[in-house]
């Protein structure tokens, strides 16, 4: 058996969500995805099933891993108490690991998760903030939604949720240093840290330096979609 | 149909929730949701005014809780081992500094990540053994596995809704008598841990269980279990929303070819309740097909019946559809000296 | 997809929905494809187990396994069965018919998918190619490979199969020029015949001469309803 | 045998009359104990039986007649076993006691129940039925939807309850595959128009000439099979259900409606005796035999037996045989028993 195989089958997350998969399709029936990506959770299964190395570092390679949207309709329902999204869970983190997320479109995202939820939530102690919903990048939230973000602090003491309120419990505040620093030793200690550092580390390495991986970032931040960044090899194919 | 949306397998789906009346169910520790605080603020905002207001409940949180992280965890930048370790830290928190004993959380993902780390630490003594030892080396705290009725759970604010229904229904100023209404449910409240479920996965009811004391008649539709598409990863981005929007379609244009006439969705995710919404105007500008169907949480709506201001209160003018038509069915007054637009920008 | 219709700019749009309709099902196409093809054509008995696409020569090109193909035809999906390669990229080798466990003739299936598209009016590079090839033949009574080269390829193609033409000229394989049936006039006067013929009705049932004799009595010999004598009668 | 010794038979379905008539043609005092008013068990409500489509009630009537002597109490339950081997004694529900040298368990199975499987709506949905009510409607020879209309697409979701972790029922009920491809041409003789799809995982036809069933069902009554298990229903407002499943053969979901959805329930194990009897159960629920392959109709107690579905799922045909085999095992243990010998019973190594 194939080293990466033996990791996946070390993966905690794998032996919950791993059972014998019996290819019935319940699961791709209800699956969000399985309805507008070329994709299927059972196909997924069926390939952790095979255990064959080359078709595993495939499907790590591949975009697929990143299409679900982890609501777990496929979990209640498996009548063979499987969980494809919490198997997806467990080849997400493989794909990290080994800098093969940075071979697909969707794995390169990854980079935007690390640099949003992730760094949120060791600056702030929140995966999210109130500024990170644009209305760019959240345009159909609406025309009131460009009013309040223009006027958020008073809109929001209007709606009588405050925020960055310190020493305070209540929406949207600033958490206590000390507590920062428990949460931060909470990442370190448990690996979060490690594994936001190989998102960095393979897109350097996809992208081939840091300077590059910037651009990708820029281009999202400016455009609101990666896909503007031309890869070097397709810009080659372009030539 | 012969029983509408009632479950047949309801005493299989049951959890005791207490209600204000009884004893643990007027302290409760709570959890903030970081989706809602940055994306429907006046959610939590309303939701705060009626369990304090409302319902008398001493609610307790810390400066010092974060983000139960889950966001980072389905979105792959953390560990189920940094799960583990932020729940215990939070868990720890409230009971040692706050002296709570049962809590809640705003969001569906905090409740399921919460209710997967207790039941991992329940199956698993091994893990619960790291997270103790973690927890104590990296911030010196003691676990503690939270309890709701003696049980080792948590729950989600709605069904604290759900389990003081009949008193915020006795309070309510209006009814939703001859209003046709659908639930729906979050993923992560329903579909993770089915067992832990007012209801069950399949007929829910704790939306259904509110809707009902309020007085609205239920519909029922082919893609009502369908997820909204908020979809972490493909929410967060978007290139990716097309895969949001279209599942907004799909249960859209379901809902409307069966009953046309439904008059809200009611939600319990924050999700669900912002995308729900939003991705109807999408839909309106890209396809030019229009449902205007209201989308709101469970507070809001109590909020609503409760006699809140529906603007200022409910926070209802930073949706997408508008909420007017609803209010005017409902019998709900507001400033129609105001336009819609002048409503909506206070300042 | 990006659009900037109204005042905000969306860089995504609406994904085509991959969902199925079963309720397009039908069994419309399987009764023409029996009425073309007869007997040897019928897929009813098809289980889907696949020994056709496990044994198919040229399955690695399709886009359709022949497993699929027959599966479309079923479902009465027209659309999926005429836009395939798989049609055009059986070599008819039989592998499939050969091997089919419940005596299904997907190589039959096939042709007769390809009659009612041909009927139909489809035109692609494999049509042009028999077209040509059948023009040809009828001309000389025998194919003369550079005409066919330059009737299906044009000039470039002429050209482009030069080098290979040569080769197989030096060595006696093609001849450089059109050789002659022994009686052309026969020949095309046998051509003229066959056109004025009227067109052959429904194709005769096959017979299958490997079916078993011995005839397959029903387990019980209890009362002989009418559809334990429509399962016995499955085989004989 | 100098005295003539008495078997008590408890369970009237095909397992237990075969199991009798059998026994009383060896010779036996038989008693049979029947919980119904009526011997025959599932039998009396079933139409016809596959593969050869013979009416359930000709293998009742044939059963009951080569009952012979056999004393058949009906309406009666047993409410304690008592003593060892051959040295029984029951006690029934009317108080009776019954001496017993041996004893066979032929009490059958339950169906499972399918309101557990929620996402598919049966209790809630009005054309959401099971196997057991599309055959009384065969019966009746009147499908129709719960609007009184002839349903044209009709399918039949094959697993129901059987090979489910979710429902607790991890085993193959065995005898669905083959009853839904007789229903389907029943179905579709009684409703030529109608068109009939199976949702299934696996094909499970095992029985003899029961492939034969299955291919005559796709080549004469053009059967639709589609492999991919049900995962949900859900209703029109005009009654008819929408279906959702995988369609793996093409590894895409679809959605299909249809005027009637038919639940293949599964077997459930009925084993009411399990404490008056003290008898071990196996992991499925049903009763444990003293060996897999070589003692399936004993039980874990001496003298007292097993038959039919009362260890597993079984077709009508496997029951009847089983019965009999079983009929043939207690005699064996008796004319053992009455020569004084110690009674070789086959024990697990």
New interface residues.
């Given amino acids: 058996m194939g080293k990466l195989i033996e990791e996946l089958k070390q993966d905690?997350?794998y032996q919950h969500g791993m059972n014998a998969c019996l290819n019935c399709g319940i699961c791709t029936a209800?699956c969000?995805?399985a309805?507008?990506?070329d994709y299927s959770p059972r196909e997924v299964m069926n390939i952790c099933h095979q255990e064959d190395e080359e078709a595993l570092i495939e499907l790590l390679k591949s975009d697929k891993i990143?299409?679900?949207?982890?609501?777990?309709?496929c979990?209640?329902r498996c009548p063979r108490g499987n969980s494809a999204a919490r198997v997806i869970?467990a080849l997400?983190?493989l794909s990290?690991r080994y800098g093969y997320f940075a071979e697909s479109e969707?794995g390169r995202?990854?980079l935007?998760?690390?640099r949003?939820?992730?760094e949120n939530?060791l600056k702030r102690?929140?995966?999210?903030?109130?500024t990170?919903?644009t209305p760019q990048?959240?345009?159909?939230?609406?025309e009131?939604?460009e009013?309040?973000f223009e006027?958020m602090k008073?809109?929001?003491e209007?709606?009588?949720?405050p925020?960055d309120l310190e020493?305070?419990?209540?929406?949207?505040?600033i958490?206590?240093e000390?507590?920062m620093e428990?949460?931060r030793?909470?990442?370190?200690?448990?690996?979060?840290l490690e594994?936001?550092e190989a998102?960095e580390k393979g897109m350097e390495k996809k992208l081939g330096s840091k300077e590059e991986v910037e651009k990708y970032w820029q281009t999202?931040l400016e455009t609101?979609?990666?896909?503007n960044y031309q890869l070097k090899k397709e810009k080659e194919e372009d030539k | 149909?012969?029983?509408a949306?009632?479950?047949?397998?309801w005493e299989n789906h049951q959890k005791h929730i207490p209600t204000v009346e009884e004893e643990g169910g007027r302290v409760w520790g709570c959890f903030?949701s970081?989706?809602?605080?940055?994306?429907a603020?006046?959610t939590?905002?309303i939701a705060?005014?009626i369990l304090k207001n409302d319902l008398g409940i001493d609610l307790?949180?810390?400066?010092?809780?974060?983000?139960c992280?889950?966001?980072?965890?389905?979105?792959?930048?953390?560990?189920?081992?940094?799960q583990?370790?932020?729940a215990a830290?939070n868990f720890s928190v409230a009971h040692y500094e706050l002296g709570v004993d049962n809590l809640f959380s705003f969001c569906v993902t905090s409740f399921?990540n919460y209710t997967e780390m207790i039941q991992l630490w329940q199956e698993d003594p091994q893990?619960r053994e790291y997270t103790a030892k973690?927890?104590k080396?990296?911030?010196g705290?003691d676990f503690w596995i939270p309890q709701v009725c003696g049980y080792p759970s948590v729950v989600h604010a709605s069904d604290i809704f759900y389990a003081n229904r009949h008193i915020l229904a006795a309070k309510a100023k209006y009814s939703l008598k001859g209003i046709k209404a659908v639930d729906h449910i979050g993923?992560?409240y329903?579909?993770?841990f089915?067992g832990e479920v007012v209801g069950?996965?399949?007929?829910p009811r704790v939306l259904v269980g509110l809707l009902e004391a309020f007085g609205a008649e239920i519909v029922?539709?082919?893609?009502?279990?369908?997820?909204c598409?908020?979809?972490?990863?493909?929410c967060?981005?978007?290139?990716?929303?097309?895969?949001t929007?279209?599942?907004v379609?799909?249960k859209l244009s379901s809902l409307k070819e069966?009953?046309p006439d439904c008059d809200l969705i009611l939600t319990n995710c924050p999700g669900c309740t912002?995308f729900l919404d939003?991705?109807q105007?999408?839909?309106k500008?890209?396809?030019g097909v229009e449902f205007n169907i209201p989308v709101m949480d469970y507070a809001q709506l109590t909020g609503l019946l409760l006699g809140y201001d529906p603007f200022?209160?409910c926070?209802f003018?930073?949706?997408?559809v508008p909420i007017e038509p609803l209010l005017d069915k409902i019998g709900i007054p507001y400033d129609k000296s105001k336009t819609p637009e002048e409503r909506?920008?206070?300042? | 997809?990006v659009?900037t219709?109204?005042k905000?700019k969306?860089?995504?749009?609406?994904?085509q929905?991959r969902l199925a309709d079963g309720d397009k099902m039908n069994s419309q196409l399987v009764k023409q494809v029996v009425a073309e093809g007869g007997k040897g054509a019928a897929i009813a008995a098809c289980m889907q187990c696949g020994t056709c696409s496990g044994g198919c020569t040229n399955v690695d090109s399709m886009d359709l396994t022949p497993r699929s193909l027959v599966l479309m035809v079923q479902r009465g999906d027209w659309e999926k069965v005429i836009k395939s390669n798989t049609l055009w990229l059986c070599s008819s080798c039989y592998i499939c018919t050969t091997r089919c466990p419940r005596g299904v003739r997907p190589s039959d299936v096939m042709e007769a998918v390809k009659a009612i598209a041909i009927r139909q009016g489809i035109e692609n590079d494999a049509t042009r190619f028999h077209k040509v090839f059948v023009e040809v033949v009828q001309k000389r009574g025998i194919l003369f490979e550079p005409e066919l080269i330059h009737k299906y390829a044009g000039l470039e193609g002429v050209l482009k199969q030069a080098p290979l033409g040569i080769q197989l000229a030096l060595r006696g394989k093609i001849s450089p020029f059109p050789e002659t049936v022994k009686n052309p006039l026969k020949f095309s006067q046998a051509i003229e015949k066959a056109k004025s013929c009227p067109q052959p009705q429904q194709p005769q049932p096959q017979s299958q001469p490997d079916t078993p004799t011995i005839p397959v009595v029903a387990s019980t010999p209890a009362q002989k309803n009418s559809t334990s004598q429509l399962v016995s009668s499955s085989r004989n | 045998m100098e005295k003539k010794q008495q078997v008590v038979v408890i369970g009237g379905g095909p397992a237990g009359l075969a199991a009798a008539g059998q026994l009383q043609s060896f010779g036996l005092d038989v008693v049979l104990i029947e919980k119904q008013a009526q011997v025959g068990g599932h039998l009396n409500k079933w139409y016809k039986v596959f593969p050869d489509f013979t009416p359930a009630e000709e293998i009742v009537a044939h059963l009951k007649s080569q009952l012979g002597n056999t004393r058949v109490l009906t309406n009666t339950t047993v409410t304690a076993i008592s003593g060892e081997a051959p040295d029984f004694s029951i006690t029934t529900s009317s108080g009776e006691q019954i001496p017993a040298a041996a004893i066979l368990i032929a009490t059958g199975y339950k169906h499972f129940d399918a309101?557990?499987k929620?996402?598919y709506g049966y209790?809630?949905?009005?054309n959401c039925i099971t196997s057991v009510e599309l055959d009384a409607m065969l019966k009746e020879n009147k499908i129709r939807t719960l609007q009184g209309k002839i349903p044209k697409k009709i399918a039949l979701a094959h697993c129901v309850g059987s090979r489910d972790e979710k429902v607790n029922n991890n085993y193959c009920s065995r005898v669905c595959c083959t009853n839904a491809v007789k229903l389907a041409i029943e179905i579709k003789e009684q409703l030529p128009e109608s068109e009939i799809y199976c949702l299934y995982m696996d094909i499970r036809v095992f029985g003899r000439t029961y492939e034969e069933l299955y291919r005559t069902s796709q080549e004469e009554f053009g059967i639709q099979f589609i492999r991919g298990r049900l995962s949900?229903a859900?209703?029109?407002?005009d009654g008819s259900l929408?279906l959702r499943f995988e369609d793996t053969l093409t590894a895409r979901p679809m959605r299909l409606s249809v005027d009637l959805l038919i639940l293949m329930v599964g077997m459930e194990a009925n084993t009411e005796l399990a404490e008056i009897a003290r008898l071990p159960l196996g992991c499925d629920r049903f009763y444990a035999t003293l060996h897999g392959q070589y003692a399936n109709n004993h039980s874990h107690r001496e003298g007292i037996f097993l038959a039919g579905t009362a260890t597993g799922p079984k077709a009508i045909m496997e029951s009847i045989t089983d019965g009999r085999s079983a009929a043939a095992a207690i005699l064996s243990f008796l004319m053992q028993k009455a020569k004084g010998m110690e009674v070789k019973v086959p024990t697990l190594v």
């Fill in positions: 905690i997350q209800v969000p995805a309805e507008v990506y990143w299409y679900c949207g982890q609501c777990f309709s979990t209640p869970l997400r983190r990290i969707k995202q990854q935007f998760a690390k949003v939820f992730g939530l102690g929140l995966t999210l903030l109130a990170n919903i990048n959240f345009p159909e939230l609406g009131f939604w009013y309040y006027h008073e809109m929001r209007w709606w009588g949720v925020m020493n305070s419990p209540g929406s949207h505040r958490i206590p000390k507590d428990e949460l030793a909470i990442y370190k200690a448990t690996g979060a594994l936001m998102i999202w609101g979609d990666s896909r | 149909m012969k029983v949306r009632q479950n047949i397998h903030r970081c989706f809602l605080q940055s994306a603020p006046y939590e905002g705060y005014k307790r949180e810390a400066p010092g809780h974060t983000s992280g889950a966001i980072g965890y389905h979105g792959d930048v953390t560990k189920l081992e940094t583990m370790v932020i830290r399921a893990l973690t927890l080396e990296t911030t705290r993923c992560h329903a579909k993770i089915p069950g996965c399949e007929f029922d539709y082919p893609e009502r279990r369908h997820c598409g908020m979809g972490f990863r493909n967060a981005f978007p290139e990716n929303r097309d895969y929007a279209s599942s379609y799909k069966t009953h912002v939003a991705e105007g999408t839909i500008e890209v396809l200022k209160d926070g003018n930073a949706k997408v909506r920008r206070p300042f | 997809m659009t219709k109204g905000r969306f860089v995504f749009g609406l994904k929905d | 309101r557990l929620e996402e209790g809630i949905y009005d949900e859900s209703e029109k407002p929408v």
